[in-house]
Antibody, heavy 120, light 110 residues
Framework: EVLLLESGGGLVQPGGSLRLSCAASGFSFSSYAMIWVRQAPGKGLEWVSSISGSAEITYYADSLQGRFSISRDNSKNTLYLQMSRLRAEDTAIYYC?????????????WGQGTLVTVSS | QSVLTQPPSASGTPGQRVTISCSGSSSNIGGNTVNWYQKLAGTAPKLLIDSHNQRPSGVPDRISGSKSGTSASLVISGLQSEDEADYYCASWDASLNAVVFGGGTKLTVL
């Protein structure tokens, strides 16, 4: 059974940093690209970033303006999202998702999400 | 303003057929595949239609997707109360080098 468990969310002040983690199990982690998608309160889904199975290819939404960094540790079956210079508009539920292939950036299977709140 | 355009709302009565549209451009839908997702309140999104226009296991065959030119559609036949949810389309955008989502359509079963 595929399982994705996000952690690391919480309350952070504007300008602060946070690292999200996503522990994966039930599949060959290194064989699949992984994705982060977020949903702000009352808003729609917003794709954030993706990383290929071997971590050689990464993509980011332009709206992030270089503040976020995606990475993965295939030896630990874990995906990360390092977020810096956080703003109020980054407040959202952040979902980790599995791709159907090594390079596909559209999500197939989703975790339950972790809430990030940026507020003073 | 989302890159992919969806109607904000749709509705139907039980048993009816409902179509949700998703309009894009040559850099996304026109040249790439489209996925459709269902989002129920308080739960994680769920894939309904994948890049090959296939339904994952567990998605009923009364749900289907299609694409023509720079637009895509999700059709739900035999509408049921459990279909009441938000629906999103998504496609790769070659100009942005990013996945773009539609703004979402809230489906109400009357």
């Amino acid at each position: 059974e595929v399982l994705l468990l996000e952690s690391g969310g919480g309350l952070v002040q504007p300008g602060g940093s946070l690292r999200l983690s996503c522990a994966a199990s039930g599949f060959s982690f290194s064989s699949y690209a992984m994705i982060w998608v977020r949903q702000a309160p009352g808003k729609g889904l917003e794709w954030v970033s993706s990383i290929s199975g071997s971590a050689e290819i990464t993509y980011y939404a332009d709206s992030l303006q270089g503040r976020f960094s995606i990475s993965r540790d295939n030896s630990k079956n874990t995906l990360y999202l390092q977020m810096s210079r956080l703003r109020a508009e980054d407040t959202a539920i952040y979902y980790c998702a599995k791709s159907p292939s090594r390079t596909e950036s559209k999500p197939h299977f989703w975790g339950q999400g972790t809430l990030v709140t940026v507020s003073s | 303003q989302s890159v992919l355009t969806q109607p904000p709302s749709a509705s139907g009565t039980p048993g009816q057929r409902v179509t949700i549209s998703c309009s894009g451009s040559s850099s996304n839908i026109g040249g790439n595949t489209v996925n459709w997702y269902q989002k129920l309140a308080g739960t994680a999104p769920k894939l309904l239609i994948d890049s090959h226009n296939q339904r994952p296991s567990g998605v009923p065959d009364r749900i289907s997707g299609s694409k023509s030119g720079t637009s895509a559609s999700l059709v739900i036949s035999g509408l049921q109360s459990e279909d009441e949810a938000d629906y999103y389309c998504a496609s790769w955008d070659a100009s942005l080098n990013a996945v773009v989502f539609g703004g979402g359509t809230k489906l109400t079963v009357l």
